[in-house]
């Protein structure tokens, strides 16, 4: 469907989707690891696309795309929610309802397709257990630090700073520190890595939500050291 869309969508004088190309519907192994490839197919422009084509097609056709683009709705609020720098500032905020919309279609889906007894038909009538359960943890991780942050601590939430650098930096201080090519470390290469981390590298991200205004410190810094 994403294909047949691009392609009509190429024999258009205004495109409706400026930013689409044949790397994004036809990615090489490197590519499929960009998530602004993703990003593009699962849009507000993506769902635009999606809309027009439909609108261009038989009322059986329009039928078939139904479903796709009520996919696409739910996706494009995930990518535009997850790249928005507006803070959550209380639990009453309107995407945050909306989040949670999406989230249940998802399962809906989900539980609609398990009843059937059939795993092949489960198999093909799902996404991924990977991409569900990524879901799941993104739902209910972000929904977790809202209960902490916005909630208990009275501190905003930017949806935008959210990432994974602090476990990256780690990682790759670690094979930077020692291990060099080393993807399998044992315990004891492990440990001595983390201690030198802990003691002296900076693994905090200045994109974070922890609201850092000065150059992050060494874990190690201002640690009391008791007397000898």
């Known amino acids: 469907m994403w294909i047949d869309a691009f392609t009509w969508d190429r024999l258009n ?4 989707h400026q930013k689409l190309t044949s790397e994004h519907i036809f990615p090489n192994g490197a590519q499929k690891m960009r ?11 993506m769902l635009h696309l999606m809309v027009s084509y ?4 038989s009322p059986a056709g329009q039928e078939d795309l139904s479903q796709v683009i009520e996919f696409l709705r739910r996706t494009s609020f995930l990518v535009n929610f997850f790249l928005d720098s507006r803070p959550v500032k209380c639990k009453n905020d309107q995407r945050l309802t909306t989040l949670r919309e999406a989230y249940d279609w998802f399962k809906a889906w989900e539980s609609e397709v398990c009843i059937d007894e059939d795993v092949h038909k489960r198999h093909r009538g799902l996404l991924t257990m990977e991409t569900r359960e990524d879901l799941d ?7 977790s630090l809202v209960d902490i942050c916005v909630d208990k601590l009275h501190i905003p939430l930017v949806p935008s ?5 602090v476990i ?3 990682f790759c201080q670690q094979r930077a520190i ?16 983390i201690n ?5 590298q900076t693994t905090t991200s200045r994109k974070s939500n922890a609201g850092i205004k000065e150059p992050a410190k060494p874990f190690a810094l201002g640690k009391p050291v008791k007397p000898h």
């Open 13 to 16: 004088t205004f495109k409706s």
């Open 35 to 45: 998530n602004k490839l993703a990003y593009d197919c699962l849009n507000e422009d």
């Open 54 to 57: 439909a609108a261009s097609l």
């Open 137 to 143: 943890f993104l739902y209910h991780g972000f929904m």
């Open 161 to 165: 700073r959210l990432n994974s650098d």
């Open 168 to 170: 990256e930096n780690i």
């Open 178 to 193: 020692y291990h060099g090519a080393n993807t399998n470390p044992n315990y004891n290469e492990y440990r001595t890595g």
């Open 196 to 200: 030198s981390i802990i003691l002296g």
